[in-house]
């Protein structure tokens, strides 16, 4: 199993340019999350998915979009990417009856 | 709306020496308790979690945590790091008892261990 898997790893954009970051998990879990790390904020909830076909707001929705595209897959969408967007950015999938979330390994994401 | 609070953003240890990192949290009803820990460059893994049952918990590599309901408080412990305990550690809660938060988990802002050797 490859558990979460994130493309890009890495990734720069200009103001205003947009973007999809993909997350993969491969566990068969119902719930995903997208959170984005910061220097001294720990992680930030931007938005998660219940299920297929259901996605809900977080702390830091603002800027951002999503879709739940299968069971397998859910992606994070930069319409117009802003400096502030500067963040690692997770993915997390969870297994429903121990709440454990499975983290990918990131997308560092630069905007300029 | 939860938080969780750890009080000690950067802790520097000689190698040999005991840790104890403090986490908080302000909901007072049922909860998961979860410690990460992210190495340099690395994803988050888990270190441990604590549901129900013994509130001393152990998780990998020679790490435990303790959980005191009256104190709202699940604070991980290690009696002799190693430099390779260098990492960032993130405590978090959830609850299994929200329905629509059901599975959110909430995360402290980290503390970063830095051990000498």
């Known amino acids: 199993n490859a558990g979460v898997t994130q493309t890009p790893k890495f990734q720069v954009l200009k103001t205003g340019q947009s973007m999809t970051l993909q997350c993969a998990q491969d566990?068969?879990?119902?719930?995903m999350y997208w959170y984005r790390q910061d220097p001294g904020m720990g992680l930030r909830l931007i938005y998660y998915?219940?299920?297929?076909?259901?996605?809900d707001k977080g702390e830091v929705p603002n800027g951002y979009n999503v879709s739940r595209l299968n069971k397998r897959e859910f992606s994070l969408r930069l319409e117009s990417a802003a400096p502030s967007q500067t963040s690692v950015y997770f993915c997390?999938?969870?297994?429903?009856?121990?709440?454990?979330?499975?983290f990918g390994p990131g997308t560092r994401l630069t905007v300029t | 709306a939860q938080s969780v609070s750890q009080h000690n953003h950067h802790v520097i240890l000689s190698e040999a020496a005991s840790l104890e990192l403090g986490c908080n949290y302000s909901?007072?009803?049922?909860?998961?308790l979860f410690w990460y820990v992210q190495y340099p460059g690395q994803h988050l893994q888990l270190l441990l979690k604590?549901?129900?049952?013994?509130?001393l918990v152990k998780g990998i590599k020679g790490f435990e945590a303790e959980f005191i309901k009256s104190k709202f408080s699940f604070n991980l412990r290690k009696p002799s790091v190693q430099w390779s305990d260098t990492a960032e550690y993130f405590c978090?809660?959830?609850?299994?008892?929200?329905?629509?938060?059901?599975?959110?988990?909430?995360f402290g802002r980290g503390t970063q261990l830095t051990v000498w050797p």
């Open positions: 997390a999938s969870r297994w429903d009856p121990s709440y454990e979330q499975y």
């Open positions: 566990m068969n879990h119902n719930s």
């Open positions: 998915s219940a299920s297929e076909g259901t996605t």
């Open positions: 909901y007072g009803g049922t909860v998961n």
């Open positions: 604590y549901f129900s049952g013994d509130p």
């Open positions: 978090a809660v959830t609850h299994p008892d929200r329905g629509s938060t059901l599975g959110r988990l909430y």
